[in-house]
T-cell receptor
Framework: AQSVTQLDSHVSVSEGTPVLLRCNYSSSYSPSLFWYVQHPNKGLQLLLKYTSAATLVKGINGFEAEFKKSETSFHLTKPSAHMSDAAEYFCVVSEPSGDYKLSFGAGTTVTVRA | DTGVSQDPRHKITKRGQNVTFRCDPISEHNRLYWYRQTLGQGPEFLTYFQNEAQLEKSRLLSDRFSAERPKGSFSTLEIQRTEQGDSAMYLC??????????????FGPGTRLTVL
């Protein structure tokens, strides 16, 4: 069985400061891990994905995430937050078990202060 | 626009009524997934199709829910005798399997259902 825990339900940062969103996963297989972003009234957009290649993954809009198997973590970071980063972020796990269904965390709401 | 589309975007209905949602996937994608997202939660898997075959249904999908993908292209999700607990965002995603090792899914904008 696969599951994801997002450790923060809400993160507030000042514009220009770093962003850290924490995620721990549980999986019976070698999972694929993703971060998706959801802006208000918009669809889910893939930020980045880990698929057993490099453990440090770079995504769109300056985001990156590091896969740490020993810690079962996949934290998302960005060096400098922008006002447009205000959104809901989901950490997602998928197992290569045929259905490839996605299991989402509960989400982290990011607010960016001017 | 060649992304995943969903119709309607919003649906308000009264308890006990039936509703049907439609999803049009990216044209070459053979897999289609339905998820449900309730307020303050992440999306949860409901069911998925490969071509026209429905291969898995979640326990969340009660007998009042039915999904079809008759020609392996668009899909419909019907909810019969709606209940207030069915109020949620219904998301559709599509993918091409097995193009890659992780089966990237592309999401539509969702249909927001409100049951009064």
């Amino acid at each position: 069985a696969q599951s994801v825990t997002q450790l923060d339900s809400h993160v507030s940062v000042s514009e220009g400061t770093p962003v850290l969103l924490r995620c721990n996963y549980s999986s019976s297989y070698s999972p694929s891990l993703f971060w998706y972003v959801q802006h208000p009234n918009k669809g889910l957009q893939l930020l980045l994905k880990y698929t057993s290649a490099a453990t440090l993954v770079k995504g769109i809009n300056g985001f990156e995430a590091e896969f740490k198997k020993s810690e079962t973590s996949f934290h998302l970071t960005k060096p400098s937050a922008h006002m447009s980063d205000a959104a809901e972020y989901f950490c997602v796990v998928s197992e290569p078990s045929g259905d490839y269904k996605l299991s989402f965390g509960a989400g982290t709401t990011v607010t960016v202060r001017a | 626009d060649t992304g995943v589309s969903q119709d309607p975007r919003h649906k308000i209905t009264k308890r006990g009524q039936n509703v049907t949602f439609r999803c049009d996937p990216i044209s070459e994608h053979n897999r289609l997934y339905w998820y449900r997202q309730t307020l303050g939660q992440g999306p949860e898997f409901l069911t998925y199709f490969q071509n026209e075959a429905q291969l898995e249904k979640s326990r969340l999908l009660s007998d009042r829910f039915s999904a079809e993908r008759p020609k392996g292209s668009f899909s419909t999700l019907e909810i019969q005798r709606t209940e207030q607990g069915d109020s949620a965002m219904y998301l559709c995603a599509s993918s091409f399997f097995p193009r890659d090792s992780y089966n990237e899914q592309f999401f539509g904008p969702g249909t927001r259902l409100t049951v009064l």
